[in-house]
């Protein structure tokens, strides 16, 4: 995965960091590739869809440290999804089970309701998105 690409995209589909300088968001994002948090869906070599997600204890307490990680954390905080795919979303939440395992909550800032943070119990998602494949 490199971390340029992937930048790129998410500067072209991702409002979010429409102005960011290009250091601040490929030094984001390559943070996010050294924990193994970044995770994409690519065709013919080039993203169409990216995740950048992490676990956390307390998202709400953490929201605005894009910075911190905790493995042991109960969540999976989703930084930013963005995606030109619609089968990228039960390919992502394998990926995060494959990379996190099992927790308890998803979590997210999402823009569709005013940045509020967003909550959603990890099991009943991913048996609706995936179960099939379980």
């Known amino acids: 995965m490199d971390a340029v690409q992937i ?10 960091c429409k ?4 250091n ?3 030094g984001w994002i390559q943070w996010h590739i050294n924990n ?3 995770f994409s869906v690519m065709d013919n070599g080039k993203p169409v869809a990216v995740m950048l997600a992490k676990p956390l204890n307390d998202p709400v307490k953490h929201v605005n440290n894009h910075y911190e990680i905790n493995e042991q954390g109960n969540s999976i905080w989703i930084s930013v999804m963005v995606s030109r795919n619609k089968q990228s979303l039960p390919m992502f939440c394998m990926m995060l089970i494959e990379r996190f395992g099992v927790r308890k909550w998803f979590c997210a800032e999402r823009e569709k ?5 967003h909550q959603q119990d990890f099991h009943k998602l991913t048996q609706k998105l995936i179960g099939s494949y379980l």
């Open 36 to 38: 193994r948090c970044a």
């Open 19 to 22: 102005y960011w300088p290009r």
């Open 7 to 16: 930048a790129a995209f998410l500067k072209r589909y991702w409002i979010g």
């Open 24 to 26: 601040t968001i490929v």
């Open 113 to 117: 309701y005013s940045g509020r943070i």
